[in-house]
């Protein structure tokens, strides 16, 4: 392995709450090459978010830190770009207008006003928004909107991507096309990825490694997996490659399994709709997770509902 | 009938004037009507049936200068007030085009006398006292626009400079315009020393009273609004790094701009309400020195010019808000 790229060494991560301070991570160790595509997986208030607004220098780690090309994050920036889980566009400017701002905050100087436009158009054409240039984010449907803030992170050229669970608002057919663009550019651009998910499914097709995070609170990393299928990846070819489905089945493994509480010990009835019923089982975990402390630790913190 | 007309209509009509009679007709349905008739018909049965209530009311109401005045006796001193009015106007033009003739003949007689110009000294009448109250408000109301915004601004961006000024704000809010008018008359006439003043004074002490009455609802509401910004657009400013100015400019304003507009918009009604109070009392031009003037006159015509200017204060009023909301609807991107 080449020397990282960006590196995240023993974090830990303390949030203030009445009831005492209320450790959100703890030990964290991540290393990333460039141009790797890292997919975050854990269950819901396993600190996912918080590990990537660390790395977006939007939350401080109250212990150990962060460091991209040798130097160290301590405030958000452009070459940080982040997909929010929801768009996050200003509703009173256009689309268009919601990727000018970014272009121009970023190649202000690099760039001319013709280069600029061009640029603008060709990432929104990107993402398939390039005939609703002049509709306002109040207009166009939440998925749409998710693929214009898709486009304005791409539009900083940045050298590490942050996505917060980039897709889980867009429907299937969408998800899958961006999932592939996302591939694509991802190979031209030679780009970093970071991405929170919790599609299994998801996390397979695009990483090269996929870091599995244990319950929190206190939360780390507890596996990694590194996904060597050849690259360009296609899903339909994939769907029964043994390679493949063994991948899946050791995240699922991890996730309920490994990570589940004690009361659901018993492995998941159907691995197949596993990734749609995702979102569900994560939240049962999160509400179970007040109750239960994860396997292998005990903890005096009050396990609050983290807001991270 | 009809159908037989709509088929001609369609034969010899081109295609555009064929489809605007259909969209004609598609209107003149009859929920549409109804629509109509409530947004028209209902408000003027209102105003009918006040009107009716008020004449029947009206001479009921004895006063030492007589009966209280109906519609029609307010309708006619309206009518007088405006006479009044154009006579003043003509005396005016009267007297400038006398005023020039003169002087005309005295520099004809020698190039290099002095001339003296005189505005014409005739009493404002009450159109021009609402044309001193309009300007009045104005440029209270735009001066305390100007301090609203931005110190609401600072007060929404910064938590610690909320928590110093919040008390201050709270305790001066619910001033009455007429305990801040004696202060202020006596502060503008002891630092408002010129001998070819800008202003008059009395214009100066109307202004700044509305203006230190108006500017609350502006200042408090623009400071929520900055305050309530989307936390995630705030994240995004932070990923872009934008600078100060660029995130107030393109950031927080246009963010807060509908709680800015529903500020202004108290504070404009608040401003028209504290000047009407501020020029009775100080006996500083406008509409208040029209009614004041009006009650101490005590002819039996009084309390129909009073009249009159009560529903002219209203209507101007309503007027202004009106103006704000197209405003409104101008600037701000939600509506």
């Not at chain 1, 996050?88 to 970014?102: D, G, I, K, R």
């Not at chain 2, 007309?5 to 259909?22: E, H, Y």
């Not at chain 2, 214009?203 to 609350?216: D, G, K, P």
Request: charged share 15%; net charge neutral.
């Amino acid at each position: 392995m080449s020397k990282p790229h960006l590196e995240l060494t023993n974090v830990q991560m303390a949030f203030d709450t009445p009831g005492g301070p209320f450790i959100a991570l703890e030990n964290v160790d991540l290393k990333i090459r460039k141009g790797e595509f890292v997919s975050l997986i854990g269950h819901s208030g396993c600190g996912k978010s918080t590990v990537l607004n660390i790395v977006a220098g939007l939350l401080q780690a109250s212990r150990g830190g962060c460091v991209l090309d040798g130097h160290e994050v301590n405030t958000p920036g452009p070459e940080r770009a982040v997909v929010f889980q929801n768009h996050s566009l200003m509703p009173w400017l256009t689309v268009y207008q919601n990727v000018e701002l970014a272009v121009q905050q970023v190649f202000r100087k690099s760039m001319s006003k013709a280069e600029r436009r061009d640029w603008i158009l060709h990432n929104l054409n990107l993402v398939n928004m390039g005939h609703a240039l002049d509709k306002r984010p109040g207009e166009i449907s939440g998925g749409m909107a998710q693929r214009v803030g898709i486009a304005r992170a791409l539009a900083m050229k940045p050298s590490v991507l942050l996505m917060d669970e980039p897709f889980g608002a867009l429907d299937a057919l969408t998800r899958a096309h961006l999932q592939d663009s996302l591939m694509e550019i991802q190979q031209d651009l030679n780009s970093t990825v970071i991405m929170i998910t919790h599609d299994v499914d998801e996390a397979v097709l695009l990483s090269d490694r996929i870091v599995m995070m244990t319950n929190g609170p206190a939360a780390t990393v507890g596996e990694e997996l590194h996904i060597k299928l050849p690259r360009p990846r296609n899903r339909v070819a994939l769907a029964d490659h043994p390679e493949y489905v063994h991948y899946r089945q050791a995240v699922l493994s991890f996730l309920y399994e490994k990570q589940s509480f004690p009361a659901k010990h018993t492995p998941p009835r159907d691995t197949s709709g596993a990734d749609n019923n995702a979102d569900e089982t994560d939240a049962a975990a999160s509400t179970f997770a007040v109750h239960t402390a994860p396997s292998g630790r005990t903890t005096q913190a009050r396990p609050a509902e983290e807001n991270a | 009938m009809t159908t037989l007309n709509q088929t001609r209509n369609q034969t010899r009509l081109p295609v555009q004037a064929q489809l605007w009679l259909r969209s004609v007709s598609d209107k003149l349905t009859a929920r549409n009507l109804a629509g109509a008739a409530r947004q028209l018909l209902l408000p003027a049965i209102g105003i009918l049936l006040f009107l009716g209530f008020w004449h029947l009311a009206a001479p009921q109401v004895q006063t030492s200068l007589g009966a209280f005045p109906g519609p029609a006796q307010v309708l006619e001193q309206s009518g007088q007030l405006w006479q009044e009015h154009s006579d003043q106007r003509d005396r005016a033009a009267k007297f400038v085009t006398m005023q020039e003739q003169r002087n005309e003949r005295i520099l004809a007689d020698n190039p290099d006398a002095e001339v003296r110009i005189r505005s014409y000294p005739g009493a404002p009448t009450f159109f021009d006292q609402i044309v001193t109250s309009l300007g009045t408000v104005l440029a209270g109301f735009v001066l305390a626009t100007l301090i609203a915004v931005p110190l609401g601004i600072i007060i929404g961006l910064n938590r610690h400079f909320s928590a110093a000024v919040n008390p201050l704000i709270q305790i001066f809010k619910p001033v009455s315009p007429l305990a801040w008018l004696p202060l202020v008359t006596m502060v503008v006439s002891a630092t408002y020393v010129s001998d070819d003043p800008m202003f008059e004074k009395s214009f100066l002490t109307s202004m700044i009273t509305v203006t230190l009455c108006s500017l609350w609802p502006t200042l408090i509401n623009t400071s929520v609004g900055v305050a309530a910004v989307n936390p995630d657009l705030l994240n995004v400013s932070k990923v872009l790094q934008l600078s100060f100015w660029t995130h107030v400019r393109r950031v927080v304003l246009p963010s807060s701009i509908p709680m800015i507009f529903t500020g202004l918009r108290v504070s404009l009604g608040i401003a028209w309400m504290v000047l009407i109070a501020a020029e009775m009392l100080a006996q500083s031009p406008g509409l208040g020195k029209f009614v004041w003037d009006e009650f101490q006159n005590g002819s039996s015509q009084s309390l129909s010019r009073i009249m009159v200017a009560v529903l002219a204060i209203g209507f101007i009023g309503f007027l202004l808000d009106r103006i704000m909301l197209l405003v409104q609807k101008k600037v701000a991107w939600n509506e």
